[in-house]
């Protein structure tokens, strides 16, 4: 099955300590996105890379990092430096070939810190 | 201005009624527009892009207005599993846009 997955669905963690989400994709994309969904409001970008070893900042890029070592994967860091990190945490996929913007998400990582 | 705005509903809409409500983006140079549709606790899933005046897809149709800037979605002979929240997207430089979604509730 092709398609992208992230785990755990759930995660649960005490302020102060980093966690990494996970995202893997077997789509052969080479873009890959890395959103939050706050309740009532859209998804807002926070990294994402077009190519293996390079990412960029999206809007809200501050308190989280990337890495893009392989095609498959780009897990995300929520470090202490978050201030708000309780969200729902989607990654996305896109083909860059061609004129074709869609993105593909998987299911989500919902993310509590107390 | 938001680069994306979208009625948050809801819309409610008796079972075979048609429902149509609209998306405004501020980048008038985007080529690219998409409606992905969301259930609750769930991931966005693509629904329809639109890169030229409009789209149709069995019930689903949608249009785009430059001159206005924005895309509609109408949804014909709505269905109890058309509830959901639909979110519009637009390609701005590069990145993709979302709006906050309007939520449909269909109604037997």
């Known amino acids: 099955d092709g398609g992208i997955t992230q785990s755990p669905k759930y995660l649960f963690r005490k302020e102060g300590q980093n966690v990494t989400l996970s995202c893997e994709q077997n789509?052969?994309?080479?873009?890959m996105y890395w959103y939050r969904q706050d309740p009532g409001q859209g998804l807002r970008l926070i990294y994402y890379?077009?190519?293996?070893?390079?990412?960029q900042k999206g809007d809200i890029a501050e308190g989280y990092s990337v890495s893009r070592e392989k095609k498959e994967s780009f897990p995300l860091t929520v470090t202490s430096a978050q201030k708000n990190p309780t969200a729902f945490y989607l990654c996305?996929?896109?083909?860059?070939?061609?004129?074709?913007?869609?993105?593909?998400f998987g299911p989500g990582t919902r993310l509590t810190v107390t | 201005r938001k680069e994306v705005e979208q009625d948050p509903g809801p819309f409610n809409v008796p079972e075979g009624a048609t429902v149509a409500f609209n998306c405004t983006y501020s980048?008038?140079?985007?080529?690219?527009f998409f409606w992905y549709r969301q259930d609750c606790r769930k991931e966005p899933k693509l629904l329809m892009s639109?890169?030229?005046s409009g789209n149709e897809d069995g019930r689903f149709t949608a249009q785009l207005n430059r001159a206005s800037q924005y895309i509609s979605l109408l949804i014909r002979d709505s269905k109890l599993s058309d509830s959901a929240t639909y979110l519009c997207a637009y390609d701005s430089w590069g990145k993709l846009q979302f709006g906050a979604g309007t939520q449909v509730v269909v109604t037997p």
């Open positions: 639109v890169y030229s």
């Open positions: 996305a996929s896109q083909t860059t070939s061609g004129y074709s913007y869609e993105q593909y």
């Open positions: 789509l052969n994309h080479d873009a």
């Open positions: 890379s077009q190519i293996v070893n390079d990412f």
């Open positions: 980048n008038s140079a985007s080529q690219s």
